[in-house]
T-cell receptor, first 114, second 113 residues
């Protein structure tokens, strides 16, 4: 059973618009949550990591929230650019060390059009 | 610049063939991982290692062997490749804590015909 569900599966926005990507998970325990960006045919690049209950992070035009009670995270992208076209992957770690597992969502494919 | 480098970038082999995927990291990380990525699935962990000579079994290890020869080098071996192993393979490294860098290679696309 998939433990990390992302929505929407795909999203098309116009350049300059804002968008919100959702991540719901059932992983227990949930030590931390990461958002990655994956350009087509490329590796994953970490955007942010959230660790604590009600964490909020900001990295340029990317901002993220984590609600551990609801097991839910959002990734906000402000004023999208064409280069934001990519797959965004939510990953939940069940331990604070590498002895734990990372649980990957299948990703949200974002397409930014002119 | 610290990095994870995978080779080859693309590989085609026949069913029953022998394939080795290579990964080298210059991050001085202790942990290295091999994942496969298939359409509609999240990345799935095949094997990982926390140092030279160490090997840990991941979540989908069947049909794969791995070897960590040095801190920098981690290899994935498919000794009898099957079409079900057609996939995009990623190597990653990390220092192993929640807030640590987690660096991925660019991937190796393997086609087994």
């Amino acid at each position: 059973k998939t433990q990390v569900e992302q929505s929407p599966q795909s999203l098309v926005v116009r350049q300059g618009e804002n968008c919100v990507l959702q991540c719901n998970y059932s992983v227990t325990p949930d030590n931390h949550l990461r958002w990655f960006k994956q350009d087509t045919g490329k590796g994953l690049v970490s955007l942010t990591v959230l660790v604590h209950e009600n964490d909020k992070t900001s990295n340029g035009r990317y901002s993220a929230t984590l609600d551990k009670d609801a097991k839910h995270s959002t990734l906000h992208i402000t004023a999208t650019l064409l280069d934001d076209t990519a797959t965004y992957i939510c990953v939940v770690g069940d331990r604070g060390s590498a002895l734990g597992r990372l649980h990957f969502g299948a990703g949200t494919q974002l397409i930014v059009i002119p | 610049e610290a990095a994870v480098t995978q080779s080859p970038r693309n590989k085609v082999t026949v069913t029953g063939g022998n394939v080795t995927l290579s990964c080298r990291q210059t991050n001085s990380h202790n942990y290295m991982y091999w994942y496969r990525q298939d359409t509609g699935h999240g990345l799935r962990l095949i094997h990982y290692s926390y140092g030279a000579g160490n090997l840990q079994i991941g979540d989908v290890p069947d049909g794969y062997k791995a070897t960590r020869t040095t801190q920098e080098d981690f290899f994935l071996l498919l000794e009898l490749a099957s079409p079900s192993q057609t996939s995009l393979y990623f190597c990653a490294s990390s220092s192993g804590t929640a807030n640590s860098d987690y660096t991925f290679g660019s991937g190796t696309r393997l086609l087994v015909i």
